[in-house]
């Protein structure tokens, strides 16, 4: 029998959002209410999700309500009160996470399928990126469950020892742009500590994040332990923010929610926060390695149009030294022209669409302001139409939304620094290319921004690289140092700094963030 091609799985997927709530599925904004309740929320607003890939009308998200987010955080709050995993040995919560990365991996090409369409990546993305990152995100949290140490000492007869336990119910708020992973960035050591976690996904990306709480629940997670909730930021993510009985509010997504999140917590309980919040990364290269550039080239393209620049880590200021720029610049040309939009269900794509028409005019509208700022445009800058020879996989609706949403990768060059898409994030295939003269200026143009997530490098001084180390405004620093750099994945915890965010959420040092630590000293 012939294997159905990508769209024709696509328009055999029931897309339905509905929250999660203590092990079963319920309809958005009802949660467990009363029937009395029900008839005064059900006609709170939906909100229509249009495939990026064709603008057809993929399914609607409810709005969403207090009373499902109050339900959702009982029954978190009772999941984690009695025990049912908060009390389990770390190697009992370990087995059963261990097998939640077998159901992934088992249920790996519907979930790369639910985030080609919600996101407009492609499938080959999906399915060679998001969904093997996501299962090591999950394995990292498993490898450190049981390795939590404490600090101890003595004094004559006194002795104090530290003891850490899960810090109750965690509220996760996360963004659009990889949702599974980014969902399981907050589930996985969340629930390795013990928590329990209510999940709010965006209203722009709905369909992996309850099918992951399901399968944790098939995996032997305690119905109770792993909530969803949908809806907007407004109504579902700010009951979330300030609900009093959230112990650790863990977001992921722009700065400007990110400071919400701040005064949310303030203004609530004093919750404890973790921001991963948005960058506008430096790739700089200097001119001791010209023998390299077309391999440096394919980094600098890599890192500025991955995942169509959706993506907060994104290399979107390349900073060149003068002596290789008009090779170096040449090189990345060609090679970003290679990359053509193209429809995400496509096997062989490796550029899709945007995630939705508002953010697609928001990227065009970034491309004018550098046009009428003084850059040169030197590649792409038009939106434009892919060929969907066999039709839409929703429904198309009859109003104004486009046949999806390509815009072409984009490359400004004499980029002023102090300009606005050298400054604020695009999040989007736009490059700024910006020349340097040697070190000091390198590094301050690098600094001059209000991000610190990721900076990277290339260079072969290890003396330069150790520099770069201390004096960049990152939590994270990649430097490409030879000609055939070795890409193993030590993959240490980072921080982001300044206003990218605040506090670690991978390997033993993020779960350390999902817990609380009490000192116990005994004068016996
Ligand atoms: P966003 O801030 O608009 O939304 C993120 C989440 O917050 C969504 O679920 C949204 O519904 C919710 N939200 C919005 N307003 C809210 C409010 N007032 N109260 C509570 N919740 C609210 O961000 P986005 O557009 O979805 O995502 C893109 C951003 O995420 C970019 O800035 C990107 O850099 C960032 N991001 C950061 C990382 C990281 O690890 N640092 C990873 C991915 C994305």
């Known amino acids: 029998m012939k294997t159905p091609s990508w769209l024709e799985r696509a328009r055999d997927t029931r897309l339905q959002v509905r929250d999660f709530i203590n092990g079963h599925y319920v309809e958005c904004g009802l949660g ?63 087995a059963v996470l261990q097998q939640l990365v077998t159901l992934i991996e088992a249920n790996h090409e519907e979930l790369a399928l639910l985030e080609c369409l919600d996101v407009g990546k492609p499938i080959s993305t999906a399915l060679h990126l998001d969904i093997p990152v996501a299962m090591s995100m999950l394995n990292s949290a498993i490898e450190h469950t049981d390795k939590i140490q404490s600090p101890a000492g003595s004094d004559g007869g006194t002795v104090a020892y530290g003891v850490r336990e899960p810090v109750g119910v965690v509220g996760a708020i996360i963004g659009w742009n990889f949702p599974l992973v980014l969902a399981v960035v907050k589930a996985a050591p969340a629930l390795a500590m013990g928590n329990s976690l209510v999940l709010k996904p965006s209203e722009f990306s709905s369909l992996s994040a309850g099918r992951l709480a399901e399968l944790a629940v098939e995996a032997g997670v305690p119905a109770g332990v792993f909530n969803v909730v949908h809806g907007s930021g407004a109504i579902v993510g700010d009951a979330l923010a300030k609900h009093p009985d959230i112990d650790l509010l863990s977001f992921t997504g722009s700065t400007v929610t990110g400071k919400q999140m701040m005064i949310a917590a303030g203004q609530s309980n004093m919750k404890r926060l973790l921001l991963e919040c948005g960058g506008k990364s430096p790739f700089i290269v200097f001119d001791d390695c010209p023998d390299n550039l077309d391999m440096i080239a394919g980094f600098v393209v890599q890192q500025a149009f991955l995942n169509q620049g959706e993506n907060c880590k994104a290399g979107s200021r390349l900073l060149v030294q003068e002596g290789i720029k008009e090779k170096l610049l040449a090189k990345v040309i060609e090679q970003a022209a290679q990359l053509k939009p193209q429809d995400p269900l496509d096997p062989n794509a490796g550029f899709g669409a945007l995630i939705n028409e508002g953010h697609f005019n928001k990227v065009l509208a970034y491309i004018e302001k550098g046009k009428e700022q003084g850059a040169t445009l030197v590649l792409g800058g038009n939106a434009v139409e892919v060929d969907l020879a066999e039709g839409c996989i929703g429904s198309k609706p009859d109003n104004s939304q486009r046949s999806g949403y390509y815009i072409e990768p984009t490359i400004f060059d004499h980029v002023d620094p102090n300009s ?105």
């Not at 495939?51 to 993929?58: I, K, N, Q, T, V």
């Not at 978190?76 to 919560?93: E, H, I, P, T, V």
């Not at 020349?435 to 001084?461: H, M, R, V």
């Open 32 to 94: 467990n209410t009363s029937d009395d309740d029900k008839a005064l929320i059900s006609d709170s607003a939906s909100i229509n999700k249009y495939s990026p890939r064709d603008g057809s009308l993929l399914y609607q998200v409810d709005a969403g309500t207090v009373e499902s987010v109050d339900n959702a955080v009982q029954s978190a709050r009772d999941a984690f009160n009695d025990g049912r995993w908060s009390g389990l040995l770390s190697s009992q919560r370990k």
């Open 420 to 524: 606005t898409i050298a400054q604020e994030e695009i999040f989007g295939p736009v490059l700024s290319v910006i020349t340097f003269k040697d070190d000091d200026e390198a590094i301050a143009i690098a600094n001059n921004s209000c991000f610190g997530l990721q900076a990277y490098a290339a260079t072969q001084s290890v003396a330069r690289a150790q520099r770069l180390g201390r004096d960049l405004k990152a939590g994270n620093l990649m430097v490409i140092a030879s000609s055939t750099p070795n890409m193993g994945n030590v993959s240490l915890p980072s921080e982001p700094q300044q206003q990218s965010g605040m506090g670690a959420e991978m390997g033993l040092a993020g779960l350390l963030s999902y817990s609380v630590s009490t000192v116990v000293d005994i004068h016996a």
